[in-house]
């Protein structure tokens, strides 16, 4: 059945950096666009970035963008978000998911559980 | 910049009950909107894109719809896994704002 886990959430300093991984299995993953979408403790979801089905094309927004990137790994069917700069605004429950071709790459139709993300000093 | 007003933020109701959340663009997005059910430690869930086209999977007492700017999620006949927080979610525009989240609790 379709899994995403993501990993690699855990305490760390402002201005450091943190590597999510998103392990993806029981679909086709070349197929599909992936998002990072936040949610601050005790506030709503937030949607981070975004990467196409074949990775040449990256969307963030305005409060990560120039701070974090996205790669994927199509042998190993996982998504990375590269998080730069960190600050305690970063502070939060990371999920990962995955959007398929029907309009646009933009709906998410599975989700995995999250990692959380503590950004502090 | 687009922004998503959703309403209410708080719910209570029965079981059986039929509730209403209504998201509002302050701009044209079209019919692209999406409606997303969370619980803790759950992964959230789409329920609703494209306004009204109902995600494979989904049961039929939740419905969506479109008036202009304004769209509304409908769960009829409420049962107890629907309590959990409900997300409105524009991709019209390259935001791709949610809304505030409406929290339907159990009266």
């Known amino acids: 059945q379709v899994q995403l886990v993501e990993s690699g959430g855990g305490v760390v300093q402002p201005l450091m950096s943190l590597r999510l991984s998103c392990a993806a299995s029981?679909?086709?993953?070349?197929?599909?666009?992936f998002y990072w979408v936040r949610q601050a403790p005790g506030k709503g979801l937030e949607w981070v970035g975004l990467?196409?089905?074949?990775?040449?094309?990256?969307y963030f927004s305005a409060s990560v963008k120039g701070r974090f990137t996205m790669s994927r790994d199509d042998s190993s069917n996982t998504v990375y978000l590269h998080m730069n700069r960190l600050s305690p605004d970063d502070t939060g429950i990371y999920y990962c998911?995955?959007?398929?071709?029907?309009?646009?790459?933009?709906?998410?139709?599975?989700w995995g559980q999250g990692t959380l993300v503590s950004v502090s000093s | 910049d687009v922004q998503m007003t959703q309403s209410p933020s708080n719910l209570s109701v029965f079981i059986g009950d039929t509730v209403t959340i209504t998201c509002r663009a302050n701009q044209n997005i079209g019919p692209w909107l999406a409606w997303y059910q969370i619980k803790p430690g759950r992964a959230p869930k789409l329920l609703i894109f494209k306004a009204s086209s109902l995600e494979s999977g989904v049961p039929s007492r939740f419905s969506g719809s479109r008036s202009g700017t304004q769209f509304t999620l409908t769960i009829n006949n409420l049962q107890p896994e629907d309590f959990a927080t409900y997300y409105c979610q524009e991709y019209g525009t390259n935001s791709r704002i949610f809304g505030q989240g409406t929290k339907v609790e159990i009266k």
């Open positions: 998911a995955r959007a398929p071709p029907r309009d646009g790459y933009n709906t998410l139709d599975s």
């Open positions: 029981g679909f086709a993953f070349n197929s599909y666009a």
């Open positions: 990467i196409s089905f074949d990775g040449i094309n990256q």
